[in-house]
């Protein structure tokens, strides 16, 4: 084996350990259709986990799921002006419905339709569409609504998981009475975003409104959360939006108040979509490959029988499935605890390897030396791939629960140490600019992280930020005020922003 | 109230009354998009249970979901000649991916892709595609992946859930060495979905191959399993397909066997959808709604109080939420039973309705004077809608398990009885043109039903079946060969077919 499992490593090249992290894991690769991504079973397995957790977290905030059609007439994304600005660039756009065969074998599109159907973006005009023909009375407020859905925006440098012309997302999409109503909805999305962030996914996030440019097209505020890759750069996990009446006017979403009188809703939307895995991946992954964080890891444990004839294979595999039943009888995180019993015919040098890089938390081998001692031979993804502890067969079950939430609570601690390590406070323009002026943040860069500044929300900032690559990400919610003037235009601003370069 | 909640009734016009029993229990609407639908939470949420216990069924056979691209180049459908012929008619076709701001705020499609790409009707061509990268050897063999997704075929009539241009559904790809293997899966995913019908939609099938006419353009073979909704008519409510070699040929995938030969794989599709959905509304439901299945359920108990002023309502509301932890506690299936408190302040008899025609099993009304006699007051959606019953309040939560399952195993009962009523054996032409002859399975029309008739596969057949509107739905497998001369040919054939008319 060479030093590492995954060549280049981060240190050398950032970008493309990232495509071979994704490579090695098995986790997705590009299709023949440009842009578009096949995720592959184990990282459709990821996706499964994280949807399995949200979609108990939205049921119990009070949502239900729906689905609504995947095409929207071209006259819908005309009726928000902001929203056809931000959308309309990019849209796969369907005009015409039947094929026929041609002379030579080929194809032929016909059936011209008579207004063109775009392809899903995003869904705000759609639903709006429906909820305008849904409510009619306040009693009918609020309505909570999520969609799990595919959608798509053309892209023309996509990048697995990160950026991809089709991705798979949830988004909600909520109608309230009141303005206040609609405002904690959106930050009780967020809410929910930043807790299975921190909390499942162990990738330590930042919330906070993002500045007018950075707004989603047509909303009132844009709330974020922001993680910190292990590159320093800021990857935007998730987003809530604060819509105001916006989309309600567009599109005529009214009821009647409890006066009687006709007002137009309030309205929100809130997504998060396949990116997170890209997120997960490069928050927590090392130069071995794939770690996943125990929660939302497809398997907890894998078992690894190791024996050299039949009167051993026999011995271990009944050992093994014991220690399987046991373990599956444990629970993790409210669910059962998920072990793989990989009994597969293949060199165990390799197969090892496999799990290293597919990022399994728990491996344990079991040979017929270990089994004579009554012990396991454990080893965990968060340390070195050749750290071995043996553990006794009888207490292992009981202690896995434990281990694993060790694991998700280190590996937590070791991403928030990272943002902390690479975060600053900068007070003035020219701190700034000898922060972000050299780095590139990429391949072999020096790791510019976050920048805490104060800046004004001010087409003079974006302009001055622009030739640094550098954005506002977000002006963080949690802690205290902290008055300052903006570095670039001198304005009072009541708090600092957070200013990074990003995915 | 009218003599039934749904009007017309089924004896009255079916087809009509099935689009109400939609609309009244809330389940989905047309939306704007011509032949798209939109599924409401009530009727998503009868689909996210049969999602559940469907993708547990693939997983404990060995199953692992991954997700493939939505567009399909158009040169891929070329590939293989009969699938062209039978997807071509029906596509949504891609032909821009860019849309501009023309000068009276109307968008105008822009940038012509190259190729054209299709909205996959079905993704065989897109994932053989990848399995062609993915199949070298023998040791990557079976390939066993299932694929969530929507597909689009373009409808000119139509039908909540029944036949919709857009629909949800899960698409099963599998890779093999051998044909036996092949038949193999294709059989024991024919026989997950004949269990699924029975067990959890209480609903009973027919399984067997299709004739020749009515196989998925490509197949070898196409088995379905074929329900009896209560016009009479048939639904094909789920398919397994054998593709022999077909589109490995057409799509080059390969493998090298034990002795180092390189052959060809022999793979299967099948699939069910949300057609599923129709399906069960038009098996059990009544005059008044929807009934389902307490096993795909959403919530199996509702809990009704009643009250008449502030003192009655907290000490009834205690007890109804006493009673809820009480019934979540108990299991049915499983899993915790699903109940839900319905304390919303309207009118106790419009509430009532609502759950009538909602379909959930058990209506539990909750007042001061049950609380004094230490009872509830239990309504099951398997009864008249004003039949009531007396259930001791300590012994109700215990019991209901019991309940659940008595009517479930209830429904599918009263559907096969329906079933066994409206099939005949018909042993000549004349038979089968005076059974079919005068029907015309619709509105207030005779049910014609199912007809067990000797059969040869042959154009002539079909040629004499369609002036009826009949069409052979599958040879059934269960049950002892029988063998006859068909009808309309006169040759020797194994065994009776199924024919009717069908949705």
């Not at 959360?225 to 105001?244: N, V």
């Not at 497809?298 to 051993?312: G, K, Q, T």
Request: glycine share 8%.
């Amino acid at each position: 084996m060479p030093a590492s499992a995954i060549s280049p490593t981060r240190a050398e090249d950032y970008p493309e350990w990232y495509q071979q992290v994704v490579r090695a894991a098995d986790l997705a690769e590009q299709s023949p259709v440009r842009g578009c991504m096949v995720i592959k079973p184990h990282g459709y397995a990821i996706w499964e986990q994280m949807q399995g957790i949200l979609d108990r977290m939205f049921k119990a905030t009070g949502h239900v799921n729906a689905y609504f059609p995947l095409f929207i007439p071209l006259s819908y994304l005309e009726q928000e002006a902001k929203h056809v600005e931000g959308f309309a660039k990019e849209c796969a756009v369907v005009t015409h419905h039947r094929l026929e065969l041609g002379p030579n074998g080929k194809l032929i599109p016909t059936g011209k339709l008579e207004e063109p159907l775009v392809v899903r973006p995003t869904s705000e005009t759609i639903i709006g569409a429906m909820y305008a023909k849904w409510v009619q009375s306040w009693r009918d407020l609020p309505l909570l609504v999520n969609q799990w859905a595919n959608v798509v925006r053309w892209e023309m440098r996509p990048r697995l998981f990160l950026r991809t012309a089709e991705f798979l997302w949830q988004e909600g999409h909520t109608a309230h009475a009141t303005s206040a109503e609609a405002v904690e909805e959106t930050l009780r999305m967020l809410d929910v975003y930043a807790t299975f962030a921190e909390r499942d996914l162990a990738m330590p996030v930042i919330k906070g409104p993002k500045p007018a440019g950075e707004r989603f097209p047509g909303a009132v505020d844009t709330y974020s959360i922001e993680a910190m890759m292990q590159d320093g750069k800021a990857l935007q996990a998730g987003t809530s939006h604060f819509l105001g009446q916006n989309f309600a006017r567009a599109q005529n979403i009214k009821f009647s108040n409890t006066a009687g009188v006709e007002e137009f809703c309030w309205t929100t939307s809130w997504g998060v979509s396949t990116r997170l895995v890209g997120a997960v991946i490069m928050t927590h992954s090392d130069d071995d490959g794939l770690v996943l964080p125990p929660r939302i890891a497809p398997v907890h444990v894998v078992l690894l029988p190791i024996h050299r004839n039949d009167a051993e294979r026999e011995a271990v595999l009944a050992a093994c499935r014991t220690l399987e039943a046991e373990l599956s009888a444990e629970r993790f995180a409210d669910e059962p605890v998920r072990v793989r019993l990989d009994a597969r015919d293949i060199r165990g040098g390799d197969k090892v390897w496999q799990h290293v890089k597919q990022g399994v938390p728990l491996r344990v081998e079991i040979g017929p030396r270990d089994l004579a001692a009554g012990v396991v031979s454990l080893s965990r993804r968060d340390r070195g791939p050749k750290e071995r502890e043996a553990v006794p067969l009888a207490e292992f079950a009981r202690r896995c629960p434990a281990l694993l939430e060790e694991m998700q609570a280190g590996l937590f601690a070791r991403a928030r140490a990272f943002r902390e390590a690479h975060s600053v406070r900068l007070d003035s323009q020219a701190a700034v600019l000898d922060h972000f002026g050299a780095g590139d943040g990429g391949a072999a860069g020096r790791i510019t992280g976050f920048a805490h500044v104060h800046v004004a929300d001010a087409p003079a900032v974006t302009a001055a930020l622009d030739p640094l690559k550098v954005t506002v990400r977000c002006i963080p919610m949690d802690g205290p005020d902290e008055p300052g003037t903006c570095v670039i235009t001198g304005q009072p601003v009541p708090r600092r922003s957070v200013l990074a370069r990003a995915y």
